[in-house]
T-cell receptor
Framework: GAVVSQHPSWVICKSGTSVKIECRSLDFQATTMFWYRQFPKQSLMLMAT?????????EQGVEKDKFLINHASLTLSTLTVTSAHPEDSSFYIC?????????????FGPGTRLTVL | AQTVTQSQPEMSVQEAETVTLSCTYD???????LFWYKQPPSRQMILVIRQEAYKQQNATENRFSVNFQKAAKSFSLKISDSQLGDAAMYFC????????????FGTGTSLTVIP
């Protein structure tokens, strides 16, 4: 149980376009989800915390107007990279707070590799 | 933000041998959680082991065990009988208990298993 999926797994886009990444909890309700960014051979950097039915909380230095987060249901959070530029190319990982009994854990999606040309 | 430090960017171990990965953290809180995650080449993060700070007993999961030294703020991972499938990046993570559920990750240790 506690499976998290991400879609797409890999996306290439042109500079200036917007890209939406979906994060879904498949077998449990996720009231809180997290979005991370990971550069090659580096650690996961928390970008924002996504709460169902309310505005996301962004970490310091993350542009909320560039990285739009929507958590409209208990099983889906989306990250939209607006007006993407090559420096936005990275690996984006979402995670979810675990279900009841495992709420102290996070369950991670498989990640999305974004390449901006 | 909490600081989690992994001082070993790379480690290697002979197959079937034992290896220990180091992690230290900085916090003023008394209650928290610590985790070790594994990230293989697929990039999928996999939970290896977790430790509650209020528990004195070190957590163990099959071949994986931790040495939790609360006073020293140290949380090392020992992998026994290393297998080729253990090769991956290993991240130590800290989670606060009183606000949100944010995790703070260390910089990672790349583990190579030599056949």
């Amino acid at each position: 149980g506690a499976v998290v999926s991400q879609h797409p797994s890999w996306v290439i886009c042109k500079s200036g376009t917007s890209v939406k990444i979906e994060c879904r909890s498949l077998d449990f309700q996720a009231t809180t989800m997290f979005w991370y960014r990971q550069f090659p051979k580096q650690s996961l950097m928390l970008m924002a915390t996504s709460n169902e039915g309310s505005k996301a909380t962004y970490e310091q230095g993350v542009e909320k107007d560039k990285f739009l987060i929507n958590h409209a249901s208990l099983t889906l959070s989306t990250l939209t990279v607006t007006s993407a530029h090559p420096e936005d190319s990275s690996f984006y990982i979402c995670s979810s707070r675990g279900p009841s009994g495992r709420a102290n854990e996070q369950f991670f999606g498989p990640g999305t590799r974004l390449t901006v040309l | 933000a909490q600081t989690v430090t992994q001082s070993q960017p790379e480690m290697s171990v002979q197959e079937a041998e034992t290896v220990t990965l180091s992690c230290t953290y900085d916090t003023s809180e008394s209650d928290y959680y610590l985790f070790w995650y594994k990230q293989p080449p697929s990039r999928q993060m996999i939970l290896v082991i977790r430790q509650e700070a209020y528990k004195q007993q070190n957590a163990t999961e099959n071949r994986f065990s931790v040495n939790f030294q609360k006073a020293a703020k140290s949380f090392s991972l020992k992998i026994s009988d290393s297998q080729l499938g253990d090769a991956a990046m290993y991240f130590c993570a800290y989670r606060r208990t009183n606000t949100g559920n944010q995790f703070y990750f260390g910089t990672g240790t790349s583990l190579t298993v030599i056949p």
